[in-house]
Every structure is written in structure tokens, then in C-alpha cells.
């Protein structure tokens, strides 16, 4: 094999073992007497809340690099020596409590990520010194409810008392209260000296009564021993049932004071929930109000936007109906007008072409005639002449006399008689066809005829007459 490749090789195995032992060194393992904490992206809790982070006891857990980070809490006892002087009991006196207590971290799982929260970080002596501030507070608070009696005679109940309350302190911050020992009790006024002393001379006298009644009376007899010893015992009995009414006396006020401020509480709570409950009923109405306004309102501009909108659409549409109309109607007449103009052009083009080739005929004409165009227009005229009989023929052949009558008196001065100027006159209301050519701005060929001209005299004597 060649060196390179073995190289490679090599290089590549020493990566994945190197890599191999760095996943491992991520693989950490918690202590008996230490807890693990592991922070950094940790995820979220059931709720959905962020998680701050992850407690480990006697586990071992992977640490994601980059990610992640751990650290330890150590599981240590801590001795914490409580010199409390100067305590206010209930009894309004001061006294003195030396105790030690003993604390540390607890493996509770809701209280070791308060600690985790709260201790991470913290140094030993830190610690010791915020629980004793937390130990203070609430051993005067306990004393504060006992009285010195109590305190000092029944140990078993005020140490569960001082226990109850320093451990729920302390399991806020994330600790666990492990052993509390009260060495001793003493006051300044020296009252519970005087209790002592009090306890042991009523025991030595009674002591020493019995011996000296016993001397002087042991000739008396046991009658009046007994006697005596059944006034006593009368008398004690006497003393115990009055302390006892009077301790069931103080409990019934203490229970008559009791249902009073329950009495006092209930009636205060059940009128904080009327009150609640009148303000959660207004602000319901007022939301109920605030609703309907802004339906009304959201109705009314939704209606209004519907009116808006169908007027402009119908707008739009006659717009466009109407626009399609005018164009129907412009189109219509520039078709009518193109049509128009093609028909007036093709007959102009008609007109012109006819007048062309007549034009064309008549130079043809002009051309037979020898270029003489009054030669030509004689030619025109003697070939439409024909036409023009007819046109005078057809002028009274449609006039129709059934029945003409003549009264003939003989012939007039100019030789005709009455029937030949019937006649003449009939035919002189044809026009005449000098007449004709004259209206026409034309002179008749002299071929055809030549009217000849009236005499100066008559002239005058038609004008006079």
C-alpha cells in the first residue's frame, strides 16, 4: 500500500477516535453527594413555560456543546448556630433562644430547581448566611405565638413549630431543613428562674408539711388524718374544677370571638363576591352594548357598501352600455356615410366616364365634320330631330276633347274662318322649337327655319295697344 494512502488512512482514524472521545467527554455523570445542573437550551415544561433548567441526582446526563453548559450544587450539610436574644414572646416578655440548626440542598424535585435557580454559583458561607437571615425571621415569629410556658415545658411542640415554618422558607430558595437542637432557654427578668424556683419550694414544702404533720399528729390518729387529707383533697379538687371553668370559659369566648370574625369574614366575602359580581354583570352588558353598536355598524357600512357598489356597477354598465351604443351608432353612420361616399364616388366616376366618352364623341364629330363645330352641332340636331317631334307631339297627344263646338259666323278679316283658328291657336300652344334652343342659351339652324322679325310699327301699335 503507498504511504499516502496509509497516511490518509491514519489521519482519517485519528479524527473519528479524537471526535469519539470529545462525544464521550460531553457525557457527564452526577455524585451521590452533588446535583447536576444542566442549563443553556434546555426546552419548556409541560405549561409551555421556558425551562431555566435541568437537575440531575445520581444520574448522568449527554451536555450538547455550544448549546448547553452544567455546573454542580454540592449536597453538604450546613450547621447554621442561631444565637436569637431579646424575643418577644406573646406574654410581651423577652427572652433568649440559642439553637443550631442544620440545612441543606434537597433533592426534592420542585425544590432542587429552586435551588438550581436560586444557589447556583453561591458559596457555602453565602448560603449559610442567607438561611440564617431566612432562620431568624421565623424563630421570633414562632415565639411570638407561644408563651413561656408552653416554650419551656412542651420542647416537642414548639421545635415541630419552628420546623413547620423555617422549612417552607427554606424550600422557597430551594433547601431542606435536616435537624434543629434548642439548647437553651433563659430570660432577662428571670421569670422562668422563678417558675423553677416556684416548683421546686412548693415540692419541699409539701414535703416538709406531710413530715411535720405526720410528727405532730401520729398520736392523733388516722381518723383525722384522714380527715385532713379529705379537707385537702376537697380543697384541690375545689381549686381544679375552678381552673377548669375557667379554661372552659376562656374557650367559649375564644370561640364565641372566633365565630364572630367568621361571621365578620363571611359577611365581608359575600358582599366582595355581590360586588364582583354586579361589576362582572355590568362590564358584560357594556360589552354586550359595545357588540351590537359595532354590528350595527359594521351591518350598516356592509348594506351601504353594497348599495355603493351595486349603483356604481349599474353606473359602469349603462357607461358601457351606452358607449357601445354610441360606437354602434358612429360605426353605423361612418358605414352609412362610407357607403354614401362610395356611391356618390362611383357615380361621379359614372358621370364622369359618360361625360368623357361624350365628350370624346363629340370631338369625334367635331373631327368628321371637318373641325366646323356649327356643322357638327347641325348634324347633333338633325339626328335628335326625330326626338324633338316627338317631345312636341307627345305634348298634346294626352289631351283628350270629346266634343268640339264651332259657331262658324263666316270668315274674319284676315281670310280664315273660325274653325282654322281653333286649329291654329290649339298648335301655337305647343312651344315652338325657337324657343325651346332660346331657353336653352342655343340658336336654331337656320335649315330649320327662321323667325322673322315684326315691323317697327306694328311694334310700336302691339306696345301701345
Request: hydrophobic content about 45%; some cysteine.
Amino acid at each position: 500500500m503507498k504511504p499516502e494512502v496509509i497516511f490518509l488512512v491514519s489521519a482519517v482514524v485519528l479524527v473519528l477516535v479524537s471526535f469519539l472521545v470529545w462525544v464521550c467527554s460531553r457525557y457527564k455523570k452526577c455524585p451521590s453527594d452533588k446535583i447536576m445542573v444542566v442549563y443553556g437550551s434546555i426546552g419548556k415544561n409541560r405549561d409551555g413555560t421556558k425551562r431555566s433548567a435541568k437537575c440531575i441526582h445520581g444520574g448522568a446526563e449527554f451536555v450538547i456543546p455550544v448549546f448547553q453548559s452544567y455546573a454542580y450544587l454540592d449536597l453538604t450539610p450546613i450547621s447554621i448556630q442561631v444565637d436569637l436574644q431579646n424575643a418577644l414572646s406573646r406574654q410581651n416578655i423577652r427572652i433568649d433562644v440559642p439553637s443550631r440548626f442544620t440545612v441543606g440542598i434537597s433533592t426534592e424535585d420542585g425544590v432542587m430547581q429552586n435551588a438550581a435557580e436560586r444557589l447556583l454559583g453561591l458559596q457555602l458561607s453565602e448560603i449559610q448566611e442567607l438561611s440564617k437571615d431566612i432562620i431568624f425571621g421565623q424563630l421570633r415569629l414562632v415565639i411570638a405565638t407561644m408563651d413561656i410556658e408552653e416554650i419551656n415545658t412542651d420542647r416537642d411542640k414548639f421545635l415541630e413549630a419552628v420546623s413547620g415554618n423555617v422549612e417552607t422558607e427554606l424550600k422557597k430558595i430551594g433547601l431542606r431543613l435536616i435537624n434543629v437542637n434548642v439548647t437553651d432557654i433563659s430570660d432577662e427578668s428571670g421569670y422562668i428562674s422563678a417558675l423553677g424556683k416556684e416548683a421546686a419550694a412548693k415540692a419541699i414544702n409539701d414535703a416538709k408539711k406531710s413530715v411535720a404533720e405526720q410528727e405532730r399528729d401520729g398520736s392523733i390518729g388516722e381518723a383525722q388524718a384522714n380527715m385532713q387529707q379529705r379537707i385537702k383533697v376537697a380543697e384541690a379538687d375545689s381549686v381544679a374544677i375552678q381552673g377548669e371553668n375557667e379554661a372552659k370559659m376562656k374557650i367559649a369566648m375564644s370561640d364565641a370571638a372566633l365565630k364572630e370574625k367568621q361571621a365578620e369574614a363571611l359577611k365581608i366575602a359575600t358582599t366582595a363576591e355581590k360586588i364582583q359580581a354586579a361589576k362582572a354583570l355590568e362590564e358584560s352588558y357594556a360589552a354586550e352594548q359595545a357588540a351590537e353598536l359595532a354590528r350595527r355598524a359594521k351591518e350598516q357600512a356592509t348594506l351601504e357598501a353594497d348599495i355603493i357598489v351595486r349603483a356604481e356597477a349599474k353606473k359602469r354598465e349603462m357607461e358601457l352600455e351606452a358607449e357601445a351604443e354610441a360606437e354602434q351608432v358612429r360605426r353605423r353612420a361612418q358605414g352609412e356615410a362610407d357607403a354614401i361616399y362610395a356611391k356618390m364616388q362611383a357615380e361621379a366616376r359614372g358621370m364622369q366616364e359618360i361625360l368623357s366618352k361624350q365628350a370624346e364623341g363629340f370631338a369625334d364629330i367635331i373631327k368628321s365634320a371637318g373641325g366646323n363645330a356649327d356643322a357638327a352641332l347641325k348634324m347633333l340636331i338633325a339626328d335628335k330631330l326625330e326626338d324633338l317631334m316627338r317631345v312636341q307631339v307627345d305634348a298634346i297627344k294626352n289631351i283628350k276633347i270629346d266634343k268640339v263646338t264651332v259657331w262658324d259666323g263666316g270668315q274674319s278679316a284676315d281670310g280664315k274662318t273660325s274653325t282654322a283658328n281653333f286649329i291654329s291657336g290649339m298648335m301655337k300652344s305647343v312651344p315652338p322649337l325657337d324657343e325651346v334652343f332660346g331657353l336653352a342659351g342655343m340658336q336654331l339652324p337656320d335649315f330649320l327655319g327662321k323667325k322673322e322679325e315684326e315691323a317697327p310699327a306694328e311694334s310700336a301699335e302691339k306696345e301701345s295697344e
